[in-house]
Antibody, heavy 126, light 110 residues
Framework: QLQLQESGPGLMKPSETLSLTCSVY??????????WGWIRQPPGKGLEWLGS???????YYNPSLRSRVTVSVDTSKKQFSLKLTSVTATDTAVYYC??????????????????WGRGTLVTVSS | QSVLTQPPSASGTPGQSVTMFCSGSGSNIGSNSVNWYQQVSGTAPKLLIY???QRPSGVPDRFSGSKSGASASLAISGLQSEDEADYYC???????????FGGGTKLTVL
């Protein structure tokens, strides 16, 4: 059973760059069926998608965060990563990595996150 | 402000049925399939319904999804105490070129 696990710092200072890594266990990161992405959830609030990457390197980003977010993949290590620059207190959240299935469906698209990591809390505070 | 609109709360008693709604627009729900996620407090979201009305393996058939135009709904029958959770709708948005979520509905089982 494929599993995802996030790793990274739990506490950061304003203006720093957040770097998180998601490791893929017991499965392939190079499948043509999936994108690999990041979603965050501020305390007591809803879910916000940040960005996703295909094993070949193709990416999608949330337009509202595009200037600050980079998602990358290292297939040899079976990992994908998130970088978020110039963090502020509003970036305090639980960050989840997740696998997406995607494709065409009835003249439209389907895209759903079928597997999630446990999440890691990142706190930005001076 | 979420792209998809969900009522913030819903409630029901054990055994009852409850329906939650999700409203979008032509560029998201109106064009693409809808998914629903269940998030029990303190845990990661879990896929509950995908492609409008499909259940992943292990999800009870008490949960069902439907879509009409630019709106979608999630119905839960035979409500159980373990159904108490936050429920999020989501879909692909053609204008934003990415997946979008609703703000979530908190279901309380009284």
């Amino acid at each position: 059973q494929l599993q995802l696990q996030e790793s990274g710092p739990g506490l950061m200072k304003p203006s720093e760059t957040l770097s998180l890594t998601c490791s893929v266990y017991s499965g392939s990161i190079s499948s043509s069926s999936y994108y690999w992405g990041w979603i965050r959830q501020p305390p007591g609030k809803g879910l916000e998608w940040l960005g996703s990457i295909y094993f070949s390197g193709n990416t999608y980003y949330n337009p509202s965060l595009r200037s600050r977010v980079t998602v990358s993949v290292d297939t040899s290590k079976k990992q994908f990563s998130l970088k978020l620059t110039s963090v502020t207190a509003t970036d305090t959240a639980v960050y989840y990595c997740a696998r997406s299935r995607w494709g065409g469906f009835n003249s439209g698209w389907y895209w759903y996150f079928d597997l999630w990591g446990r999440g890691t809390l990142v706190t930005v505070s001076s | 402000q979420s792209v998809l609109t969900q009522p913030p709360s819903a409630s029901g008693t054990p055994g009852q049925s409850v329906t939650m709604f999700c409203s979008g627009s032509g560029s998201n729900i109106g064009s693409n399939s809808v998914n629903w996620y269940q998030q029990v407090s303190g845990t990661a979201p879990k896929l509950l319904i995908y492609r409008n009305n499909q259940r992943p393996s292990g999800v009870p058939d008490r949960f069902s999804g439907s879509k009409s135009g630019a709106s979608a709904s999630l119905a839960i029958s035979g409500l159980q105490s373990e159904d108490e959770a936050d429920y999020y709708c989501a879909t692909w948005d053609d204008s934003l070129n990415g997946p979008v979520f609703g703000g979530g509905t908190k279901l309380t089982v009284l």
